[in-house]
């Protein structure tokens, strides 16, 4: 399974890059903002900047709306750099657009995929990745992962290749979650990627483990 991180913010981005487990990177305009990247110039050096920290795989979302204006501006984004994957939302415009994208070799990500019909047609579109937000479908009462589960049978039905990103996570369980299900690739923040470090009996284990030597050295 891939890992991604979900955040715009570069400390965060080489902290998980540097922890040697990245995969890649997913932003969107609501991450970016948080940053406080605005402005066609700012946005297009920030993207810049996190394709020199990480090997592969930055998703980079088109603010556009309408088929031609996708068109454009997710050709601009793709010859930002080679690792750039045009992140087009789940509208009408959007699968034309990434079918366009998919028959130019420009990868792509369907974002803001909410049921598996629409990961279906993002699939036949041929999206490298779509993104299902489970997180956002726990926050009402739905059940985010049982959308990964359904999108893995009808991908893994018809040979597929579009990537699952579970996207939308909110901490280490869900991670685990999408392992066991076969997700292709997890999209999360930080807290949630570190947070797989951690056991109390990892601590405690060590604690002895370390005290114990220093006694038997005489330390
Ligand atoms: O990047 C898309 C997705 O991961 C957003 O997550 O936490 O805003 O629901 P969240």
Same mark, same amino acid.
């Given at each position: 399974?891939?890992?991604?991180?979900?955040?715009?913010?570069?400390?965060?981005? =080489?902290?998980?890059?540097?922890?040697?487990?990245?995969?890649?990177? /997913?932003?969107?305009?609501?991450? *970016?903002?948080?940053?406080?990247? /605005?402005?066609?110039?700012?946005? $297009?050096?920030?993207?810049?900047?996190?394709? @020199?920290?990480?090997?592969?795989?930055? %998703?980079?979302?088109?603010?556009?709306? /309408?088929?031609?204006?996708?068109?454009?501006?997710?050709?601009?984004?793709?010859?930002?750099?080679? =690792?750039?994957?045009?992140? !087009?939302? *789940?509208?009408? @415009?959007?699968?034309?657009?990434?079918?366009?994208?998919?028959?130019?070799?420009?990868?792509?990500?369907? $974002?803001?995929?909410?049921?598996?019909?629409?990961?279906?047609?993002?699939?036949?579109?041929?999206?490298?990745?779509? %993104?299902?937000?489970?997180?956002?479908?726990?926050?009402?009462?739905?059940?985010?992962?049982?959308?990964?589960?359904?999108? +893995?049978?009808?991908?893994?039905?018809?040979?597929?290749?579009?990537?699952?990103?579970?996207?939308?996570? +909110?901490?280490?369980?869900?991670?685990?979650?999408?392992?066991?299900?076969?997700?292709? !690739?997890? $999209?999360?923040?930080? %807290?949630?990627?570190?947070?797989?470090?951690?056991?109390?009996? /990892? @601590?405690?284990?060590?604690?002895?483990?370390?005290?114990?030597?220093?006694?038997? %050295?005489?330390?």
């Amino acid at each position: 399974m891939k890992f991604f991180i979900d955040t715009a913010n570069l400390d965060q981005i =080489k902290e998980a890059q540097d922890l040697g487990i990245l995969d890649g990177v /997913t932003t969107n305009p609501s991450l *970016m903002a948080k940053e406080g990247i /605005t402005g066609e110039a700012n946005v $297009t050096a920030h993207y810049k900047a996190i394709c @020199d920290i990480v090997d592969d795989n930055v %998703s980079a979302e088109v603010i556009a709306t /309408t088929y031609d204006e996708i068109i454009a501006e997710g050709k601009a984004l793709a010859a930002l750099n080679p =690792k750039i994957v045009v992140k !087009v939302p *789940m509208i009408k @415009d959007g699968i034309k657009a990434i079918k366009y994208f998919t028959d130019n070799g420009i990868k792509t990500n369907c $974002t803001l995929i909410f049921s598996a019909g629409q990961a279906l047609l993002a699939a036949k579109a041929g999206a490298t990745y779509v %993104s299902p937000f489970l997180g956002r479908l726990d926050d009402i009462s739905t059940d985010g992962l049982a959308l990964i589960e359904d999108i +893995r049978l009808i991908f893994d039905n018809y040979g597929y290749p579009t990537q699952i990103l579970a996207a939308s996570i +909110r901490g280490p369980l869900h991670i685990v979650a999408c392992a066991k299900l076969g997700a292709d !690739v997890i $999209t999360a923040p930080l %807290s949630a990627i570190t947070a797989l470090l951690k056991h109390p009996l /990892t @601590d405690s284990g060590l604690a002895t483990f370390l005290a114990d030597h220093a006694k038997a %050295s005489g330390k």
